[in-house]
């Protein structure tokens, strides 16, 4: 018998221990990748079942997502326009009240109106 446990050290004097190993290991490591291949082409072959679910939850979920965004993104564009409205009619106002103001001041008596 061979025990090849990492516990029990075995030594070959010549190396022909580690030519047999690698050469027991190669057919072995084949048929391992042979077998993988086979299991591979074989799923390749077979049809899948149709996620018809799947996949419309995740279209809804998309659209949803797509939706809520320009939505989220309209509210906040809508919001901004509201401000600069309010801060314009805020800016007018100032300038009429500024018109206002500057229409209700005496003239000064050394100023000499102009001629139109």
């Not at 939505?71 to 106002?93: C, G, H, I, N, P």
């Amino acid at each position: 018998m061979n025990d090849l446990s990492p516990g029990c050290p075995t030594h070959a004097p010549d190396g022909s221990h580690d030519d047999a190993k690698q050469q027991s290991a190669q057919p072995s490591l084949q048929r391992a990748f042979m077998d993988r291949a086979r299991r591979a082409v074989e799923r390749e072959h077979e049809k899948t079942p149709r996620r018809l679910g799947q996949h419309l939850v995740a279209l809804a979920a998309a659209f949803a997502l797509t939706f809520g965004i320009v939505y989220v993104f309209d509210a906040f564009l809508t919001s901004m326009q509201k401000v600069m409205r309010m801060m314009d009619e805020q800016e007018e106002r100032q300038q009429q009240e500024e018109a206002d103001r500057k229409k209700k001041e005496p003239i000064p008596a050394y100023v000499v109106p102009p001629s139109d």
